[in-house]
C-alpha cells in the first residue's frame, strides 16, 4: 500500500484541478475540476481560477458558440457545466429529485404534464426562449400556481428533454433561455444506465479529486456507498493510507506519483467561490478544513462558502460588495497576499480594495443562503 502526508495530497489536488497552473481555454479548465456547477456568478470565478487570462465571454463562447460544453442538471440533481460528450452521463445521475412529486401536490397530473411539456417543445421548436416567453407561447394554459413553470422546466430539463442554453443580462444573471436537446447540441439524447454513468464518470472524479474514499465518490455522484462501490469495481485505483485521514482512500496510478513531487513547504493562496468543486467533492472534508470552522464554511445543506485557500486549506472567506472584498481569516492571512491572490482569480469581479474583517459566525444562525454572502 502506498503512503502520503495530507500535504502532498492537497498540492496534487490543487494542482489537479488547475489552480497552481492554470490551463488554456473554458473546456479544458471544466475538465480539471471534474465539472463545475451552473450557476451563475460562481461558474465564471471558478472558471477564473483555473483558466489563463480568463474572461468571462471565453465560458460563454463555449456554452454558445463552440457548444463544447453544457448546462445539464447531473451528480445529486445539481446543475453542472460539463463537456458535451459527458453530458448524457452526469444526466443520468441526475434522478428526478422528487420532481414528479412537487408536480402532482401542485396539482398537475401525469396527463396534465405530458400535455404542457409538449407543448413547451412545441414552443422551442421555433428557436430557444426564456421561461416568460415560453409562458407567453403556451396556447390554451395558464399557470394555477406561481412557479409551476419553473417545476415543469426543471423537470424536461432533468429528463434531457431540454436544455438551459444562452443567458440573458450578463455574467451575474440567472436569466436563461431553454432549447431542445437535440436542436441545441445537435443530436438526439441516449442516456446510459446510472452504473455505467458511474464507472465513466469515475476517473473523471479520481483524476481531480483523489486521493478518495467511496463514501467522498458516493456523495459526489449522489449515488449508494453499494453503488458507487459497484461502479469502481472495473476503474483501475490503488490503495493509499494518508496521515491524518480515515478510511480506505483510493487513487489513480499517476496521481501517487504526482504526489510523490509535492513540496515540504508552499503557501499558495486562492480566493475560490461558494459551490466551487474543490471543496464539494467530498463526504468528508476534513482534509483542508479544520473542524473548528466547519460550521463557517459549509451549512447545513453542505453548501459551501467563499473560501481563502492557502496551500490547499481553508484559510479564511471572503465576500464582496460593491468594489470592496472583505475576508476573514482562519489562519493568519496576510492582506497583501489576498489582494494579489483576488487580482489573480477573481478578475471578474472588478475588485477595487481589499479589507480584513472578523471571523463570521456559523452560517445557520445567518439563515437561509448565508453561504452566498457569509460577511454580511
Known amino acids: 500500500m502506498a503512503a502520503a502526508g495530507v500535504n502532498a495530497v492537497l498540492w496534487r489536488a490543487v494542482r489537479a484541478h488547475g489552480l497552481l497552473e492554470p490551463v488554456k481555454g473554458a473546456k479544458k479548465a471544466v475538465v480539471r475540476a471534474a465539472g463545475v456547477y451552473g450557476a451563475a456568478p460562481t461558474c465564471y470565478l471558478s472558471l477564473a481560477s483555473r483558466a489563463k487570462g480568463f474572461q468571462s465571454e471565453d465560458l460563454d463562447h463555449a456554452l454558445n458558440e463552440k457548444r463544447s460544453l453544457v448546462r445539464v442538471p ?3 440533481g445539481s446543475v453542472y457545466i460539463l463537456p458535451v460528450e459527458l453530458a448524457p452521463f452526469g444526466l443520468a445521475l441526475a434522478g428526478s429529485v422528487g420532481l414528479e412529486g412537487l408536480l402532482n401536490r401542485a396539482g398537475l ?5 405530458a400535455r404542457v411539456s409538449s407543448a413547451i417543445e412545441n414552443v422551442l421548436a421555433e428557436g430557444p426562449r426564456t421561461a416568460a416567453e415560453i409562458r407567453q407561447g403556451i396556447q ?3 399557470e394555477p400556481h406561481a412557479g409551476l413553470l419553473t417545476l415543469v422546466l426543471r423537470r424536461m430539463s432533468h429528463e434531457g428533454r431540454i436544455v438551459r442554453s444562452r443567458v440573458r443580462g450578463g455574467w451575474r444573471s440567472q436569466s436563461f433561455e431553454y432549447a431542445r436537446f437535440a436542436d441545441w447540441l445537435g443530436v438526439p439524447l441516449c442516456l446510459p444506465a446510472r452504473q455505467e454513468a458511474m464507472r465513466r464518470l469515475a476517473p473523471f472524479y479520481f483524476e481531480a ?7 467522498d465518490f458516493a456523495w ?5 456507498k453499494a453503488e458507487a462501490a459497484g461502479a469502481l469495481k472495473s476503474v483501475r485505483l490503488e490503495t493509499v493510507a494518508v496521515e491524518g485521514l480515515e ?3 483510493l487513487a489513480t496510478p499517476q496521481s501517487l506519483q504526482e504526489m510523490a513531487k509535492a513540496p515540504a513547504r508552499w503557501n499558495d493562496i486562492h480566493l475560490l467561490p461558494y459551490w466551487d468543486p474543490y471543496v464539494m467533492a467530498h463526504a468528508g472534508r476534513r482534509r483542508y478544513l479544520d473542524p473548528r470552522w466547519a460550521d463557517r464554511v459549509i451549512d447545513r445543506g453542505g453548501n ?7 496551500a490547499g486549506r481553508v484559510a479564511g472567506v471572503w465576500d464582496f460588495e460593491q468594489g470592496t472584498l472583505l475576508f476573514a481569516s482562519f489562519d493568519n492571512l496576510d492582506a497583501k497576499a489576498v489582494r494579489e491572490a483576488a487580482a489573480r482569480c ?10 480584513p474583517a472578523p471571523p463570521p459566525g456559523p452560517l445557520a444562525r445567518a439563515g437561509q443562503n448565508a453561504f452566498m454572502a457569509p460577511l454580511r
Open 74 to 76: 447531473a451528480m445529486r
Open 109 to 113: 397530473e401525469p396527463a396534465q404534464y
Open 140 to 142: 390554451g394554459w395558464r
Open 209 to 215: 479529486n483523489g486521493p478518495a474514499t467511496v463514501a
Open 220 to 224: 459526489w455522484a449522489g449515488a449508494s
Open 247 to 249: 478510511g480506505t482512500l
Open 304 to 310: 459551501a462558502t467563499n473560501v481563502v485557500l492557502k
Open 346 to 355: 477573481l478578475g471578474p469581479l472588478g475588485v477595487e480594495r481589499v479589507k
